[in-house]
């Protein structure tokens, strides 16, 4: 009788175990869900802030300048600014900037509303399909992916990008886009290495050829990929990192302090970027999104 009773408290002592055991197993599960879920909800949360945060940095926005629109006239009248009849590049007249410099009839035109589309957010927008708005473009054609990273790498519009590849390179035939032979001086030579400049980086008026070629080797630009994302970096870090420089119309007018530190010298380069831009956002059925628009001070 002794022996069966020390057996049986045995097993009813392992059964009680047992159960301890599996109430224990059950618990640390329930605190693992229950951390599981905490971290969860955490990520969430945080998603959520850093998805406000990019909305609230991509919202339209109306920024007021400390300028009038006369003193910003003014201030371009004693830029570089030219202007083309279509033959010849001549220095542009007040007439001239005053009608591409006013941005209001602009604001919400068809076309020209892409002047002020922040330029500092990828579309997100397949190499494939970029390929179809290089074709038939020279040298460019084909760079779809390029363009793709080059856009994700610099944060910054693709579509943008490859207009304003296609501006300054007249659709990938110009001389700087095909590539120029240079020496290790940094001076146009036969015998040199080949460069490519498709952005006009370093291009100066007074011998745009020669010192862009001369840019694109002091910053070994030797092969179209290296010229499209050295070009985007360019693009990026100087102008459309800054705080009021992220679209076609700041970067060529700089409202905030006009006549300083302007992409390029030709008055209507913003307004042919923003038609090149609106013809690829049409043919791709889609519409661009967040616009800054500047206002001159009354």
Known sequence: M????????????LATNRTSIKKLEMRNKLILVCILLLVALAIYLIYL??????????KDQHVVVDYTYNQALARQMHTDAVASDGVKWSKADRSQINRYLHPEPFYHHSEQKYQFLNLRKPQGISAGKLDEL??????????????RDAAHESDLNEIYLISHAQLETSKGVSELAKGLKVNDK??????GKTYYNFFGVGAFDYNAV??????????GWDTPEK???GGAEFIAEEYLSRDNQ???YSMRFNPVDPGRHQYATDVMWAHHNARQMAKY??????????????????
């Open 227 to 229: 010229a499209i994302k």
């Open 49 to 58: 802030m850093s998805k406000a945060a990019q909305e609230e940095k991509f």
């Open 186 to 191: 940094g001076q146009l030579d036969p015998q």
């Open 2 to 13: 002794g022996m069966r009773r020390k057996t049986e408290c045995r097993r009813l002592n």
């Open 246 to 248: 992220y679209t076609l």
């Open 281 to 298: 956002y049409k043919q791709m059925g889609i519409e661009g999104k967040f616009y800054t628009r500047h206002h001159y001070k009354k």
């Open 134 to 147: 290089l074709r038939g473009k020279g040298i460019l054609e084909g760079q779809g992916a390029v363009f």
């Open 210 to 219: 020669a010192e862009g070629a001369k840019y694109a080797q002091q910053h």
